[in-house]
């Protein structure tokens, strides 16, 4: 991750073009194009039926390509599925584990499925095991296992043959808050050893607190993609509340300053809201009132929240949206 | 080489020897058979057949004897019918798409499932026979070890190829199908025409015609006439019933058997491989 800088293309590890997908003549994506970058958590943020999973199913070669290009780990999907299942590792949306397997069997048939030689599928076992530690339960069967437990189960097994891509798809449906933000250690440390993640979500937070990039998807197309900052930024709704001991003159000391879109009484004393990144224009807007010699009491800035982009990009809220 | 499928045979195997009650009814079912309905069955039959003398030098036996390879046939059918009932939970659990994103050839997941099922049939049959014998079912009457090892191979064969048709059939039916009780219906309609219209519980010859002519197609009957040709010998007299078989008659049937699996075989391959899970 940087800002700005020449990219070559080889570094895009997932590359979308004009992706349609047609269930008995029901659009489910309606001509989408994005790219991953090699090491990045990239997001789907979008409601139930958005297009999501047809998407991520798509990409992980379960669903044939009807139209467009995609390329995931340098293979196209449709030529060389075989090369690209090769590549990824997938921990599917809800939990698919045999109930009587154990935590061993389950990664051993995994293991053995991508013909990981017998020395180092039981080392690798070892460590997935002790990464999401679940060791101590390797002899339990599966269906004995906590809901967190089974997601970690998924993960170590996504990760199990070392894929430069990990497919997440809603990897924290259905999870206490607690464990969840276990799950969301798991995955930045996932991610910081170097395996790319690509996540679908409709938790605004999780795609908020996880994503380097984030595409909003909707009825089958891309609304808008960008780094978190980027589409709160792209709002221009940040908000300053500012507490005077003369609010009436407040109005006067900001004339002038174009970013600023309307002022109005709140309870929390005056709100403004500003055009453009907020944190840049706050300090002129506390100089200004500063030199026109009114006491300032309390400043805050509040940033738009991934809940306002989804609803200003949409139209709607995303909570509550079902299948 | 690849050989990814033994992971699918090795996952099936587990499957098996966890579920306890499935694993003793799958193993006790046959010997229920043989020991209420053959016992019962054999004592009426042979009331009956004691009447009819056999020809001079033939080696008469007993009915239950008799349908012990009809058991054998049965429960080798069930078995296998069922075989593919484990792809149906695995697609509608969603388990079934860990085994089609991966590398594995799709062809290895119906190998894997044959095969296990094949060894539960080997298993079964190898019960029905120990068990057989505690009944009092004359198999391989007064056969040299050496060609009692030789009739087990060839029931063994017989048995092997027969359960491959119908677990790549029971396969494919699980992969097209969206549930288990759509597999039970199909199962159901199939076993009492595949069962009652063939020599497996008595000899065909006293048939209408028409019956006649369908048993000659169907599978389960080539089976029963090769497990009875390993198990009695080619000539024996049962039910007021001569049989006799020749070489060829047993190479037909088991050529029978393996056209029946290779066109099976076909028929999944093309439905794996455009099988779509998700």
């Known amino acids: 991750m940087g800002a700005g800088g020449e990219r070559l293309s080889g570094d895009d590890i997932i590359e979308v073009q004009d992706l349609e997908h047609a269930f008995n003549g029901f659009q489910a994506v309606r001509g989408i194009s994005f790219t991953v970058r090699r090491g990045e958590i990239f997001s789907f943020l979008g409601p139930n039926g958005a297009g999501k999973s047809t998407t991520i199913n798509i990409l992980t070669t379960l669903l044939p390509l009807q139209q467009g290009t995609v390329r995931v780990a340098g293979h196209d999907v449709a030529r060389e599925p075989g090369r690209v299942r090769e590549a990824i590792g997938i921990v599917f949306q809800d939990d698919v584990l045999d109930r009587d397997l154990t935590v061993w069997e389950t990664m051993e048939f995994h293991g053995r499925l991508y013909s990981i030689p017998r020395d180092e599928r039981k080392a690798r076992i070892d460590e997935m095991l002790a ?62 050893a170097g395996t790319t993640v690509f996540l679908t979500t409709h938790y605004m937070e999780e795609a908020d607190m996880l994503s380097d990039r984030i595409s909003i998807i909707d009825h089958g197309r891309i609304i808008v993609s960008g780094t978190p900052e980027e589409l709160k930024n792209r709002l221009g709704e940040d908000v300053v509340y500012l507490e005077t001991g003369d609010d009436a003159k407040v109005r006067d000391a900001l004339q002038g300053i174009d970013e600023i879109r309307s002022i109005t009484e709140s309870l929390r004393g005056l709100s403004i809201t500003i055009s453009a990144d907020g944190s840049h224009c706050l300090p002129r807007i506390v100089e200004r009132v500063h030199d026109a010699g009114i006491a300032i009491t309390s400043v805050n800035l509040k940033k738009p929240t991934m809940d306002d982009v989804f609803v200003h990009y949409t139209g709607r809220e995303l909570r509550d949206t079902g299948a | 080489m690849a050989w990814e499928f033994l992971t699918v045979y090795w996952r099936e195997m587990i499957r098996f020897t966890r579920f306890r009650t499935q694993l003793l009814s799958s193993l006790l079912q046959p010997a229920l ?189 080539h089976l029963v006439t090769g497990v009875r040709y390993f198990a009695l010998g080619s000539e024996f007299f049962v039910v007021g019933t001569n049989y006799s078989y020749t070489p060829a008659d047993i190479l037909l049937s088991f050529a029978y058997l393996v056209a029946f699996a290779a066109v099976m075989y076909a028929v999944a391959h093309r439905t794996f491989q455009k099988a779509v899970v998700t």
């Open chain 1, 131 to 192: 990464v999401v530690e679940l060791d101590a339960k390797r002899n339990e069967r599966t269906k004995n296992l906590s809901g967190g437990m089974k997601r970690r189960l998924q993960i170590a097994r996504g990760l199990l043959t070392q894929p430069e891509v990990l497919f997440l798809d809603e990897p924290t449906q259905g999870l206490d808050t607690q464990t969840r933000m276990r799950m969301w250690d798991y995955i930045r440390g996932v991610n910081a």
């Open chain 2, 33 to 221: 058979w043989m020991a209420f309905f053959g016992v019962a069955m054999s004592s009426n039959f042979n009331r009956f057949a004691s009447s009819v003398p056999p020809p001079a030098g033939v080696v008469p036996v007993d009915y239950l004897t008799f349908m012990a390879a009809g058991v054998i046939a049965m429960t080798t059918l069930f078995t296998s019918l069922f075989g593919g009932i484990s792809l149906l939970f695995d697609k509608n659990w969603g388990l079934m798409r860990e085994m089609l994103a991966s590398p594995m050839p799709r062809t290895h997941i119906m190998l894997g499932i044959s095969l296990s099922g094949m060894t539960k049939s080997f298993i079964q049959v190898a019960i029905i026979m120990a068990f057989g014998l505690f009944l009092g079912v004359q198999f391989f009457p007064g056969y040299s070890p050496a060609r009692v090892v030789v009739s087990i191979l060839g029931i063994f064969l017989f048995v092997g190829v027969f359960s491959l048709g119908f677990l790549l059939f029971s396969s494919t039916i699980s992969m097209r199908l969206e549930s288990p009780e759509g597999l039970q219906g199909i199962i159901t309609l199939l076993t009492l025409p595949l069962f009652f219209v063939s020599n497996a519980l008595y000899p065909i010859q006293a048939f209408p015609p028409l019956l006649q002519d369908l048993s000659i197609y169907n599978p389960l009957t």
